[in-house]
T-cell receptor, first 111, second 117 residues
Framework: SQQGEEDPQALSIQEGENATMNCSYKTSINNLQWYRQNSGRGLVHLILIRSNEREKHSGRLRVTLDTSKKSSSLLITASRAADTASYFCATGIQGAQKLVFGQGTRLTINP | EAQVTQNPRYLITVTGKKLTVTCSQNMNHEYMSWYRQDPGLGLRQIYYSMNVEVTDKGDVPEGYKVSRKEKRNFPLILESPSPNQTSLYFC????????????????FGDGTRLSIL
């Protein structure tokens, strides 16, 4: 099964509302990263949070990490139509040479 | 501008006809990686490279080859493409590999959409 599993798989909200996406993982990590992908395009890095950090902010984005529960969440506040995209969490496993991606959450912001 | 450049962006070809997808980065990154993205399966790593002449298999390496003769380039080679390799491919690079203590985010190319008929 996937190292990173995201919930929900799809989320549709009204513009201006907050969007929360969750990611769970199984093994010990060094870091967890969130990426955004607009339809059919490349992935754009949003936030990297290390295993010794609990929360990070970047503009309207807030990421939390709970290593005891092996979970992370991405909160987008005051959503905009331009936030419509797929969001992926990816885990950097300690000592491993690869990033393991979840299957993503498809976020739709309705005007 | 820091970027990862893939070529071609789109390719339709036929079974068995060898093809190469090029990837180049201008950030002097040591780590480079190839992923394929398929509906319902997310992104899966094909091959990665820790440095020049150092490559290793990812999760789905069958049917693919790579080389890393120069630091900036990491081509993906399909020697005998088959229809199950129809997919969206991404190249990525970063200064350190993902599991390192000071790991940095990966930079992704815009993707190559391959259709194998």
């Amino acid at each position: 099964s996937q190292q990173g599993e995201e919930d929900p798989q799809a989320l549709s909200i009204q513009e201006g509302e907050n969007a929360t996406m969750n990611c769970s993982y199984k093994t010990s990590i060094n870091n967890l990263q969130w990426y955004r992908q607009n339809s059919g395009r490349g992935l754009v890095h949003l936030i990297l949070i290390r295993s010794n950090e609990r929360e990070k902010h970047s503009g309207r984005l807030r990421v939390t990490l709970d290593t005891s529960k092996k979970s992370s969440s991405l909160l987008i506040t005051a959503s905009r139509a331009a936030d419509t995209a797929s969001y992926f969490c990816a885990t950097g496993i300690q000592g491993a040479q690869k990033l393991v991606f979840g299957q993503g959450t498809r976020l739709t912001i309705n005007p | 501008e820091a970027q990862v450049t893939q070529n071609p962006r789109y390719l339709i070809t036929v079974t068995g006809k060898k093809l190469t997808v090029t990837c180049s980065q201008n950030m002097n990154h040591e780590y480079m990686s190839w992923y394929r993205q398929d509906p319902g399966l997310g992104l899966r790593q094909i091959y990665y490279s820790m440095n020049v002449e150092v490559t290793d298999k990812g999760d789905v390496p069958e049917g693919y080859k790579v080389s890393r003769k120069e630091k900036r380039n990491f081509p993906l080679i399909l020697e005998s493409p088959s229809p199950n390799q129809t997919s969206l491919y991404f190249c990525a690079s970063s200064s350190l590999y993902p599991g390192q203590g000071k790991s940095q985010p990966q930079h992704f190319g815009d993707g190559t959409r391959l259709s194998i008929l």
